[in-house]
């Protein structure tokens, strides 16, 4: 873009910005709470909410209550939630087949809040790490996180939660080759309309101490990610990687994590024009209150400014606990 503009005086460009109702007419982007997914994470019992140490205001649910979030999330217009189980040791196992079982929490959660609340949307999270002994997104064979045979094992998660009634299918592994491989499965079975927003640019990153936390996977995880999730030093690399998953049949693409990575996400919207979203994962989340707390930042306008980010960055979406918070504020 090349702005034509007269000199000083002619232009001053404060003139678009002495009031409120001015600004609002120039405004380049709105947020709604149409553009908000609230993840949840779901763990067993009945009656149970417990807040996450490591992230203030967040709590894993088990079913009965996870239906109550999302009856919240309705009433508070949004649109979408994110399932993510919790799981003790006992549950987690090496061949990882509670990722498939129609009765994990996960799926039941599901089936429980699909009708509950028709309406609501709902994403999944594809991944073996919650299931895993070792806390990693695929099966590890002699210290490898083997590629082919773990995509065997997404495809069977991803029709279990087609089957419970899942409206978008997330695979957050990045391993090669799975959009194609649950995209053919979710077709074979008739699920055509069931979507895939693909965790296609997702980063080996820090960011994600406390969501570890969150599932139970900080004391399982043996080593790090480094072999499937991108290097932060790499931008290039996360255009080839949406492509793939687009040529594969995603019918959206997720940056993850979000604020660090703004970058990344304006180079996906302008090279694909695909519905493009981002994850304000639960660092990005526990920092931001963690100063709140501190009385060292206004929590409400940073997260609404951070928010906004992303719109800015060409977002459509926005994957973030503070779903129910800026709702509130936009409502
Ligand atoms: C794992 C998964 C992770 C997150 C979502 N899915 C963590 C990881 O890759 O280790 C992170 C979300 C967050 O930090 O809020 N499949």
Not at 50 to 63: L, Q
Not at 198 to 225: E, H, I, Q, W
Not at 251 to 277: E, H, N, Q, S
Request: charged share 25%; proline share 4%.
């Amino acid at each position: 873009m090349n702005p034509i503009q007269a000199p000083f005086p002619a232009t001053r460009l404060r003139r678009t910005r002495q009031n409120e109702g001015i600004r609002g007419l120039v405004r380049e982007n709105a947020l709604s709470t149409a553009d908000l997914i609230w993840p949840l994470f779901v763990r067993s019992g009945e009656g149970v909410s417990e807040e996450i140490a490591s992230m203030p205001g967040v709590f894993r649910r088990s079913v009965d209550r996870m239906v109550d979030a999302a009856r919240e999330a309705h009433e508070l217009g949004i649109g979408a939630i994110c399932i993510f189980p919790y799981t003790g040791i006992e549950e987690r196992t090496e061949d990882c087949a509670g990722a498939w079982d129609p009765e994990n929490h996960a799926n039941r959660a599901i089936r429980a809040i699909r009708e509950a609340v028709p309406d609501m949307v709902i994403m999944t999270d594809v991944a073996l790490d919650t299931y895993n002994i070792n806390g990693h997104d695929g099966f590890v064979v002699d210290g490898e996180i083997v590629n082919d045979r773990t995509v065997e094992a997404l495809v069977k998660m991803a029709l279990s939660q087609a089957r419970a009634g899942a409206d978008i299918i997330g695979p957050s592994d990045m391993m090669d080759g799975r959009i194609g491989a649950i995209r053919q499965a979710l077709e074979a079975e008739g699920h055509q309309n069931v979507m895939i927003q693909s965790y296609a640019a997702k980063y080996a990153s820090a960011f994600y101490g406390p969501f570890r936390d969150a599932v139970g996977a900080s004391g399982a995880l043996t080593g790090n990610k480094k072999t499937y999730q991108m290097d932060p030093a790499n931008s290039d690399e996360a255009l080839r990687l949406v492509a793939r998953d687009l040529s594969e049949g995603a019918d959206m693409v997720m940056v993850k994590p979000g604020l660090a990575y703004l970058d990344i996400c304006r180079r996906v919207k302008d090279a694909f024009g695909a519905p493009t979203f981002a994850y304000q994962v639960s660092g990005e989340y526990s920092m931001i209150k963690a100063a709140a707390a501190q009385g060292m930042i206004d929590e409400e306008r940073v997260m609404m400014e951070s928010l906004m980010a992303f719109k800015r960055a060409g977002c459509d979406g926005i994957l973030t606990y503070f779903a129910p918070m800026a709702a509130r504020i936009l409502g």
